[in-house]
């Protein structure tokens, strides 16, 4: 299978503080078929880079568990994983911006309680109200 053939999109998390080394992490689905959870973005003296999930081995050594076989698949996916990455900063910093000048973020993306709130308030305002001539009758009016 070529590398042209593969479609690869990724949710990167980045986090405000670095936890160590690692900046962030991301997951990565291939071909709408095949996720890998638990890449890490890390940084170094050479600058962020992408690290895939990995686990102890008999030694005590980190192996990774599942990799890219091709020079072109680590491209595609550190390129996909990295832009990701910058895209979550991006917001990130949009939204700390947005805070330090006083905008309300919840503003944007109304509660379920304020769009359940407006809901009833544009029944209300298309529901006609009753009348007196609506009202049963009771009594002697009933005749």
Same mark, same amino acid.
């Given at each position: 299978m070529s590398m042209s053939a593969v479609t690869m999109t990724a949710k990167a998390h980045a986090f405000l503080e670095p936890k160590g080394s690692q900046l962030g992490f991301a997951s990565v689905t291939i071909n709408d078929a095949f996720a890998i959870n638990g890449v890490k973005i890390m940084d170094s003296k050479n600058g962020p880079f992408v690290a895939m999930p990995?686990?102890?081995? $008999? =030694?005590? +050594?980190?192996? /990774?568990?599942?990799?890219?076989?091709? &020079? +072109? $698949?680590? +491209?595609?996916?550190n390129t996909v994983?990295?832009?990701?990455?910058?895209? /979550?900063? %991006? %917001? &990130?910093?949009?939204?700390?911006? !947005? =805070?330090?000048?006083? &905008? !309300?973020?919840r503003e944007e993306r109304p509660s379920a309680t304020a769009k359940l709130g407006a809901a009833k308030k544009e029944v209300a305002a298309s529901t006609p109200l009753p009348t007196d001539k609506d009202a049963p009758k009771i009594g002697a009016d009933a005749r």
């Open positions: 990995s686990a102890r081995d $008999g =030694r005590g +050594e980190f192996r /990774d568990i599942c990799f890219p076989t091709t &020079k +072109e $698949g680590r +491209e595609a996916l994983v990295m832009d990701a990455y910058n895209s /979550d900063i %991006q %917001q &990130k910093i949009a939204g700390l911006s !947005d =805070r330090a000048v006083g &905008k !309300d973020p």
